[in-house]
């Protein structure tokens, strides 16, 4: 199976719960999470830094978006590794960071919340993409890291553009 990383803005969005997603945009959403509980696995930390940004987002009982079953299937398949596989990532010594998130000048401003969707799919062994709905610092920042091997997976282009 192929294997994805899932920003929270995905799910978000997907709920129609982003201020700035058309309705095309949350419909891309929720297909793209369809189609992952279907055909994919879902990389998360194994120190739940990602599901406690989902718990936060989103609602655990798996209502009332169509995000929100999404993260209710993440955390009933989470001991399936078929389905939701958890990574080791390192927080750094002065806990602002993540070891896995590369050291590079032209990335000092990327979002420090994102970081650990970055760490996560760096130190896999399957070069996920991170699939992101409405968040445009993954456009701003995508050529950095490409630099390094992550790929973005835009699903809601038109919300990408350069400040």
């Given at each position: 199976?192929?294997?994805?990383?899932?920003?929270?803005?995905?799910?978000?969005?997907?709920?129609?719960e982003s201020s700035h997603a058309s309705v095309q945009c949350g419909v891309a959403a929720e297909r793209r999470l369809r189609t992952i509980q279907t055909r994919e696995t879902v990389l998360v930390d194994e120190g739940w830094e990602i599901l406690r940004e989902y718990k936060r987002l989103c609602h655990p009982d798996g209502r009332p978006g169509a995000g929100d079953p999404f993260f209710k299937w993440v955390l009933t398949n989470r001991g399936n590794e078929t389905r939701v596989r958890l990574v080791p990532i390192h927080v750094t010594a002065d806990g602002a960071d993540f070891t896995e998130f590369p050291r590079d000048s032209t990335l000092?401003?990327?979002?420090?919340?994102d970081r650990k969707f970055v760490a996560v799919a760096l130190a896999s062994s399957d070069s996920p993409p991170i699939v992101n709905a409405t968040d445009t610092d993954w456009w701003l920042f995508r050529e950095a890291l490409a630099?390094?091997?992550?790929?973005?997976?835009?699903?809601?282009p038109d919300l990408m553009r350069e400040r």
């Open positions: 199976m192929t294997a994805v990383v899932v920003d929270t803005n995905v799910p978000v969005a997907a709920n129609g000092t401003a990327f979002d420090r919340d630099r390094h091997g992550v790929t973005v997976e835009f699903l809601c």
